[in-house]
């Protein structure tokens, strides 16, 4: 009867450890450009103040989608034991993201399109060693999609905006099961058409992401008509 009480005091030590994420364990802390080389890393110094995305823009003909390369934090400490495996490392797999105007509230879109929406991603953080230190990784994803150009471009003429906010939020779970969710990160974009034109062609060449976020790119800066 003994045994059955330490071993059963053992697993509810064990899982309640692997519960023990504190609230905020992950977070969204910045927007990154992609380097000369087209490649994006969590190590680079380079964040980005604000996007730009040029709705005018067209690849082949077809819109492109705003994409973002948000850097998420993680804050879990490693709680791997000699009879359990690593649990605190995180896969982030997706981002909720709410499509907000200047003044904070939320735009009513047009059917089929909803908001807030849900966009997909992938990237793993590995737990910390401990408390207090955190692990950063850059997790790529469709930030507006170019189905809600056209919604976009209504609203900002109705409104007199030429900016929008994506609140976005990364979700995931760790290698123990649990889900996480970060608090809301809040990026402004400007909204254009045909902003871009007051780059020189070599620059739009060189421009990992063209049709938008050109600013580290660009001789002179982008005007919002």
Do not use: H, K
């Not at 490649?39 to 040029?54: E, I, K, T």
């Not at 739009?204 to 580290?216: A, E, F, K, M, R």
């Amino acid at each position: 009867m003994s045994r059955f009480i330490l071993v059963a005091t053992m697993l509810a030590m064990t899982f309640a450890g692997c519960n023990r994420f504190p609230d905020n364990s992950i977070q969204v802390v910045g927007n990154l450009p992609p380097d000369d080389s087209c490649v994006l890393s969590a190590d680079q110094d380079l964040r980005l103040l604000r996007g730009l995305y040029d709705i005018a823009f067209r690849a082949g003909g077809q819109p492109a989608d705003y994409r973002i390369a948000p850097l998420v934090r993680s804050y879990i400490v490693t709680n791997a034991l000699e009879f359990q495996g690593e649990a605190g490392t995180i896969q982030i797999d997706n981002f909720d993201i709410t499509l907000l105007l200047p003044d904070g509230s939320v735009p009513a879109l047009p059917p089929p399109l909803v908001n807030p929406y849900r966009v997909t991603t992938n990237a793993v953080i590995p737990a910390n060693l401990a408390p207090g230190q955190s692990t950063d990784e850059v997790a790529g994803a469709i930030g507006i999609p170019a189905a809600y150009q056209e919604a976009l471009r209504a609203i900002l003429a109705e409104t007199g905006f030429s900016s929008v906010l994506l609140e976005i939020s990364a979700g995931g779970t760790t290698f123990g099961g649990f889900s996480q969710r970060s608090p809301p990160f809040r990026w402004p974009v400007e909204i254009c058409e045909g902003c871009l034109e007051n780059c020189t062609a070599e620059d739009l060449d060189n421009s990992c992401i063209p049709g938008q976020d050109v600013w580290p790119y660009c001789t002179a800066p982008p005007v919002t008509p």
